[in-house]
């Protein structure tokens, strides 16, 4: 399977994970949703900022997916919240800010490369998703 993750362009997510200082891809859910139990260590994840071309590669070198309910949120950030490009100082009210949420998924990143940037098209999937799992990513690519 690959993966299209579409990330918020004002957090500059993109620019983190091309850089090293975010390492691990985060998506906190208060139901299950894409990408949960549908990615593996070994596919790859394209990531692009919202409203922009997709630009970048990455495979996945380790998946945690936690219930929230019965897990602690400030010791997960305390113990991933760098990985994922947090600054500790905000560890407090980024638990805060999800603490409605029951499902967290973890997705560490290897090989991160850019690529030739690519459009895609999104229909059938939802104007608003921001989570894409297809067979080959060359059935969305434009």
Not at 31 to 48: L, N
Not at 63 to 84: A, H, M, S
Not at 98 to 112: D, F, G, Q, R
Request: charged fraction near 30%; hydrophobic fraction near 40%.
């Amino acid at each position: 399977m690959d993966h299209l993750a579409i990330l918020d362009k004002k957090r500059k997510l993109r620019s983190k994970i091309l850089s090293g200082e975010k390492t691990i891809e985060s998506r906190w859910y208060c139901t299950k949703r894409d990408p949960w139990d549908k990615i593996k260590v070994g596919e790859q994840i394209y990531f692009k900022d919202s409203g922009e071309p997709v630009s970048v590669r990455a495979l996945v070198s380790e998946v945690r997916q936690f219930y929230l309910p019965q897990t602690n949120v400030l010791d997960l950030l305390e113990k991933y919240g760098r990985e994922i490009g947090f600054v500790p100082e905000d560890f407090p009210e980024i638990a805060l800010r999800n603490k409605c949420k029951k499902y967290c998924i973890l997705i560490s990143l290897k090989e991160v490369q850019e690529i030739p940037p690519f459009n895609i098209n999104k229909k059938g999937f939802g104007m608003m998703a921001a989570w894409i799992v297809v067979s080959d990513i060359n059935r969305i690519k434009l």
